[in-house]
Structures are given as C-alpha cells and as structure tokens.
C-alpha cells in the first residue's frame, strides 16, 4: 500500500508511480486520440459542416454514466474497507488471544514459544492463502490457516488436558480461536466473490460507447481540439474503472491494496512481547 501525505497537493498531482493509471491507459489514449483527430479532419476536410452538435443526448448519458461509475467505486471500496476490518480484527484477536494465554500459563511454560509462532504464524499463512500461494509444509491439510487453527486448537486442548490449562480458560480462549476462522471465511468471500461478470463488462462498453461518440458531438464546435477533449474524458472515466478493479480485491500485492504485510509484522511483534516477555 502507497503512503503519502494527503495535503501535499503539489507533490501528488506530479507525483507518478507503477500503479499509475496514466501509464496503463497510455496506448488506449493514444488510438482515442487518433481516433477523435480523424473524425475532426473528415468534418474539416472531407465532410465540412456535416456533423451537427446534439450534446443534450451526449449529457444525459454523462449523467447515465456518472451514476453507474459513482455506484462502481463505492462498491469496490466497501470491498477494500470491509477487508481492513476483517485485518484489524485479526490483529485485536491475536493480541486478545496472546494476553490470555500470558495470563493462564506460568511465565516460563514451555509452551508460550510455540504458542507465539502458531498465532504469528496464522496471520502470515492467511497472506498467501488470500493470494493463492499455496502452503504444502503442514501436511495433507493444503489450507494453511485452517493447518495453522488446527495446530492452536490441538496445543490448547492437550495444555488442558495436562492440567496447566482449566476448562474455563479453554472457554475463554476458543472464542478466539473461533473468531481466527470467521476472519478467514470473511476474507475468503470478498476474495472469491467479485463484482458480477455482466455489470463490469457493461460498464466497459457503456465508456467506449460513450467516448466513441464525442468526436461527433464536439468537432463541429472544437475542431482538432476534440482529440485532446476525448482523450482526457476517456482517462477520468477509464482511471475510475481501473481503480474499482483494483481496490475490489484488496488482498493481493498492488500499490492500492492492503498492506498485510505491516499488518503481520505488527501482530508478530505485539504477540511475542506479550507471550515472550523476559525470555532471551
């Protein structure tokens, strides 16, 4: 995820980085603008006066338009905020899990390092689940977080058994670890549950639609300048689709998507200075 400063207005209007959508939409403006150039030579040259300006039309289907992209990027980032709950949540139950299990076991119980790697271990195995890189490591269970939930509940239950845990400290603590599988269920769904085939690719053709029909309403009154018009709408209307695209799925590696990583590396630290606390 980029990090920025929002009220360095300068510095981000000229500021270009590899997510930009200005360079990914480059070739596409580029044949927009040939395009919106040769529409303006045929009613200069070839066909003079001929196009007639109906931009009444060409507005409401702006308006059309608009409404439909407006809809399209408010759903994709609910998308994107409702995977940052899913993170947070993660990181306030590991740390809740971590503080119970700190104040349950003695200070040098055996178990609190591998208690601690198992809860880090999750949140790092839920990454490349979410990003389908797959974990072979922990035998014939090829789901790393449900591999990593099955390791935690099987440790708890045998400190129970032995008697350093009671049952109503294994009450306690499985609610945490039931809420370990709901966050990677929530994960899953937004994951494996995009925006409707039909809707996006309306979308797409709604905008080439309505670009492809600009020259024809603006050459009679802007002439050559309709190709710099038409190039710049179809870079609004095209970067906010492709920002959608993007921020719909916010756990892969692309600048605009969560940043997991820090995210596990915080869990990582905040657990083991619970659990690890005065172990060399």
Known sequence: MITYNPKSWWGLIFKFHKSDTFRRL??????????SAAVAYLNVNVFPGYFQTTSIVHSLLGFV???LLVFRTNTAYERWWEGRRFWGQLVNTSRNLALKLNAYLPERHPSRPALSGSITAFAWTLIDHLRDNPWSVYGPITHGPNAISVILFNHIEQLRRMGDLTREHFRNLNNDLTAL??????CERIKKTPIPYSYNLFIKKFIFAYIVAMPF??????GYWTALFSTFMFYVLGSLEILAE??????GSDANDLPMEDIAETIERNVREILLQGQN
Request: net charge negative; aromatic share 12%; with cysteine.
């Open 217 to 222: 309403l603006f050459v009679p009154e802007f």
């Open 246 to 251: 993007e921020v719909e799925n916010p756990f």
């Open 181 to 186: 599988a709901d966050i990677c269920g929530g």
């Open 65 to 67: 338009i608009s409404l």
């Open 26 to 35: 480059l070739p596409n403006m580029v044949t927009i603008a040939l395009y």
